[in-house]
């Protein structure tokens, strides 16, 4: 039961708004406010119009780094970097915001929310247990003590490492299938609101034209399928619409 609540109290409390925003916070993203919140919501609003969602019901965060990037938090955190203000046009920050929303509607967040929250018990023990390491170390002057210690040590090293991996690695791979499909989706969401192309040219921009190949380990360990593959699949759809519309005229 004790362990039932140390991993189910901190999954709990990521549940609760205030608890996002402090996580965001320790991660560096600020509240935007002033200029840099009035260009967001310039590029939001027509996001959200087309959407026929409400500005009250999304809070906008800004980092401050030159990364081209941006993400979807929790319930209803969205994050731009200074990057993607400065360096995309507005029409495709517009896409690659229509892109969060997508994570923000089929829940992509919740599961990676709830998994932070329950890994913050194991990262706390583990910083625990590399303390009292710290600490042991310290006897290892006394010969036979010593020995002991270091011998127990490595032991439970090995114990702890061995036991992360068999329960993580296959767990891992699984969330790392279902984010790149989630990706795809959240692309498909911003195209079926309308704002299919200026995605397709944010991420061209963003990937520098996509010619990058990561290889199949690259692939492998990625959250995020290869950009090629995803401008491809965009471009399927938006062909797909004008053919119809083509024969609808007809």
Known sequence: MILALILIVPALLSRFSFFQSLLLHVN???KAKGND???????LDPVLQKAGLRRSDFTLYIKDT?????YAFGDHHIVVFRGLLTQLPMDEVSG?????????????TQWLLLSYGMN??????SGIYQAIVFKLRLFLIIPILGLLISLMVFFCSLWIQALSFTMNFPLHLLRLVKARQDE???DRYAFEIGYGAELHN???DISGGAQDDPGFWGRLWSDHPVTQKRLEKLREL???TEGRDEDQVE
């Open 184 to 186: 795809y989706d959240a």
């Open 238 to 240: 938006v062909t797909q």
């Open 202 to 204: 944010a991420l061209y």
């Open 96 to 108: 690659v915001l229509a892109h969060e929303l997508g994570h923000l509607h089929y829940n992509h």
């Open 66 to 70: 030159a990364e081209l990037n941006a």
């Open 120 to 125: 913050l018990p194991i990262t706390l023990v």
């Open 28 to 30: 560096g993203a600020r």
């Open 37 to 43: 919140l009035a260009y967001i919501e310039a590029c």
